[in-house]
Nanobody, 115 residues
Framework: QVQPVESGGGSVHPGGSLRLSCAAS????????AAWYRQTPGQEREMVAT???????DYAESVKGRFTISRDKAFNTLYLQMNGLEAEDTAIYYC?????????WGQGTQVTVSS
């Protein structure tokens, strides 16, 4: 079974920062293609950031300039640096990689931004 383990979520005030991490079980390489998604109750899961095998990144318009996706050189750990957090960023965040042609998802980590 392959499920990345997420960490780094929590509660912050508006304008604060968090760094999410997503570690592949057994240090296997699953983040050649990688992404972060987020979801709030009653809403569809939303793509936040993606990273291609060649390193090209893409971001949702709402997070451009504030969030940065990255990974280690072995492609077994994924990160999401979130700066200038806003209340609208409150959601459960999920990391995604690929293993033998199938998407694999982290368990989700809660990010809450409030005063």
């Amino acid at each position: 079974q392959v499920q990345p383990v997420e960490s780094g979520g929590g509660s912050v005030h508006p304008g604060g920062s968090l760094r999410l991490s997503c570690a592949a079980s057994g240090r296997i390489s699953i983040f050649s293609y990688a992404a972060w998604y987020r979801q709030t109750p009653g809403q569809e899961r939303e793509m936040v950031a993606t990273m291609s095998p060649g390193g090209t990144t893409d971001y949702a318009e709402s997070v451009k300039g504030r969030f940065t996706i990255s990974r280690d050189k072995a492609f077994n750990t994924l990160y999401l640096q979130m700066n200038g957090l806003e209340a609208e960023d409150t959601a459960i965040y999920y990391c995604m990689g690929r293993y033998y042609g199938r998407n694999v998802w982290g368990q989700g980590t809660q990010v809450t931004v409030s005063s």
